[in-house]
């Protein structure tokens, strides 16, 4: 079945740094949401991408759909603490389902 | 204010013990779905709905019943529960569900604990 991956599955950073998840898909996708998830919070939507090689930005998070649509990107610059959290990719294969990726950590040191 | 909000935040209970995890949403939202969180598995799809009165399996239904006799409100069932379904749940809704492309909106989550 379709199947997510998102590497790493943690990072730890120092605030400034960039930092950036990568989410795989082994089937092509019809479009991909990220989400965001404090510490001891629900998952947050962040953006959602459909395009081939479409690329998304937020402020300090740029967003990459890949030119087949099987992986996506999100790359923060300079972070902060406020960055704090776990990043989920979630996408829509053939079967029209949503499926999330395993998530990536993050922490940021001041 | 729009949200989907679940009841209780917390349980502590012991194996086989019947339970139900409320969820409800105000959006009219056509779409609701169960999901449980493990560490280093994600969120796992347990059971969802497109409508009322229609339900279907998610990836990892074994142990759970849903409902859905009203839009607004859709329970998590267990019942007879066991160590295995200690985790973190979450309900979410959206608009349109799996057809489309609106985003999911997730309540604040449970945190069960079977004994």
């Known amino acids: 079945g379709q199947q997510v991956m998102q590497i790493p599955q943690y990072q730890h950073v120092q605030e400034g740094e960039d930092f950036t998840t990568y989410c795989n898909s082994s089937?092509?996708?019809?479009?991909i949401q990220w989400y965001k998830q404090r510490p001891g919070g629900h998952p947050v939507f962040l953006i959602q991408?459909?395009?081939?090689?479409e690329v998304k930005k937020q402020k300090r998070l740029t967003f990459q759909f890949g030119e087949a649509k099987k992986n996506s990107s999100l790359h923060i610059t300079a972070t902060q603490t406020t960055d704090v959290g776990t990043y989920f990719c979630?996408?829509?294969?053939?079967?029209?389902?949503?499926?999330f990726g395993t998530g990536t950590r993050l922490q940021v040191f001041p | 204010e729009a949200q989907v909000t679940q009841n209780p935040r917390y349980l502590i209970t012991v194996t086989g013990k019947k339970l139900t995890v409320t969820c409800s949403q105000n959006?009219?939202?056509?779409?609701m779905s169960w999901y449980r969180q493990d560490p280093g598995l994600g969120l796992r799809q347990i059971y969802y709905?497109?409508?009322?009165?229609?339900?279907d399996k998610g990836d990892v239904p074994e142990g759970y019943k849903v409902s859905r006799k009203e839009k607004r409100n859709f329970p998590l069932i267990l019942e007879s529960p066991s160590p295995n379904q200690t985790s973190l749940y979450f309900c979410?809704?959206?608009?349109?569900?799996?057809?489309?492309?609106?985003?999911?909106?997730f309540g604040p989550g449970t945190r069960l604990t079977v004994l």
């Open positions: 979410a809704s959206s608009f349109r569900g799996q057809s489309s492309t609106d985003t999911q909106y």
């Open positions: 089937t092509t996708l019809s479009n």
């Open positions: 991408l459909v395009k081939s090689g």
């Open positions: 979630a996408g829509r294969g053939n079967t029209d389902k949503l499926i």
């Open positions: 959006m009219n939202h056509e779409y």
């Open positions: 709905s497109m409508n009322v009165e229609v339900t």
